[in-house]
Nanobody, 130 residues
Framework: QVQVMESGGGLVQAGGSLRLSCTVF????????VGWFRQAPGKEREGVAC????????YYADSAKGRFTVSIENAKNTLYLQMNSLKPEDTAMYYC???????????????????????WGQGTQVTVSS
């Protein structure tokens, strides 16, 4: 049984930092793209930062570039999202996802964050106060 579990959300003031963690159980994600999505109230879910499980090229949304960093600790099957210089508009539910078509996206030069990933976590809330 595949499980994707996020942690690390919370309340932070604008300008602060948070690190989200996501551990994947039950699959060998070598060919997968993994990453972070977020959804704010009344808005569509958007891809924030994604990468291939084995490393290499990373995708960042324009809103995340220069502030967020996605990384992987393979030995722990854990994905991280370091978020710095947080803004109130970063407030959202953040989801971790694993997508088995990561190898295809790289082959076709398609952005690694795609909304129809195979496996999703339950989400962790990030709230940034002004």
């Amino acid at each position: 049984q595949v499980q994707v579990m996020e942690s690390g959300g919370g309340l932070v003031q604008a300008g602060g930092s948070l690190r989200l963690s996501c551990t994947v159980f039950g699959l060998t994600p070598d060919d997968y793209a993994v990453g972070w999505f977020r959804q704010a109230p009344g808005k569509e879910r958007e891809g924030v930062a994604c990468m291939k499980w084995t490393g290499g090229r990373k995708y960042y949304a324009d809103s995340a570039k220069g502030r967020f960093t996605v990384s992987i600790e393979n030995a722990k099957n854990t994905l991280y999202l370091q978020m710095n210089s947080l803004k109130p508009e970063d407030t959202a539910m953040y989801y971790c996802a694993a997508d088995s078509r990561g190898w295809w996206y790289l082959l076709k030069d398609i952005p690694l964050c795609q909304p129809d990933a195979d496996y999703w976590g339950q989400g962790t809330q990030v709230t940034v106060s002004s």
